[in-house]
């Protein structure tokens, strides 16, 4: 098994849904980037990618369809979202703190939330990993940019910013 065959090469949100929010489009932006650039990605019981993944909101459950590079579909995932309500509900106010830190003099507010910040984070991707471990394996990492997938997915979508708040 090389690293390679079992990762991400692409990876797509619902682009139907749009928010004005600068900051979230930043934030995926960024996380896609990072996650292409470095991922572990292993569908259970699938012999090797490299691998596309396209989210979705359906049916109120977050959708992951894996297809091969290529194209061919190997799995389609849907993971509720109410394990995550209270880490999406204090991952959106803790941003929104930091951002506002962020125009305030002083670093030390900052460094403050900013750990905060980490640790609902860190928190929130863990309990991805739990919740995809029986259908896709992944990293600590992957599950990190994952999840700030999701959160801006979640964040376009009026319908599931009830989540957020």
């Known amino acids: 098994m090389t690293g390679a065959e079992f990762r991400l090469c692409d990876v797509a949100?619902?682009?139907?849904?749009?928010?004005?929010?600068?900051?979230?489009?930043?934030?995926q932006a960024l996380a896609v980037v990072?996650?292409?650039?470095?991922?572990?990605?292993?569908?259970?019981?699938?012999g090797g990618g490299p691998y596309r993944l396209r989210?979705?909101?359906?049916?109120?459950?977050?959708?992951?369809h894996i297809a091969t590079s290529m194209g061919v579909h190997v799995i389609s995932h849907y993971l509720s979202l109410a394990p995550f309500?209270?880490?999406?509900?204090?991952?959106?106010?803790?941003?929104?703190?930091?951002?506002?830190?962020?125009?305030?003099?002083g670093p030390e507010r900052l460094e403050a939330i900013d750990m905060g910040r980490r640790g609902i984070h860190n928190e929130a991707a863990e309990l991805l990993r739990e919740r995809l471990a029986a259908r896709v394996s992944i990293d600590k990492d992957t599950a990190r940019r994952l999840f700030t997938l999701i959160y801006a997915l979640l964040a376009r979508n009026a319908a599931y910013r009830l989540l957020l708040s």
């Not at 949100?13 to 934030?27: F, G, I, K, Q």
């Not at 990072?34 to 699938?46: A, K």
């Not at 989210?55 to 992951?64: K, P, T």
């Open 13 to 27: 949100l619902d682009c139907s849904l749009s928010t004005r929010d600068a900051r979230v489009e930043r934030e």
């Open 34 to 46: 990072d996650l292409l650039e470095s991922n572990t990605f292993v569908p259970v019981g699938h």
């Open 55 to 64: 989210s979705e909101m359906a049916d109120g459950r977050l959708a992951l």
């Open 85 to 105: 309500r209270r880490l999406f509900r204090d991952y959106t106010r803790i941003c929104e703190s930091y951002y506002d830190a962020m125009c305030r003099p």
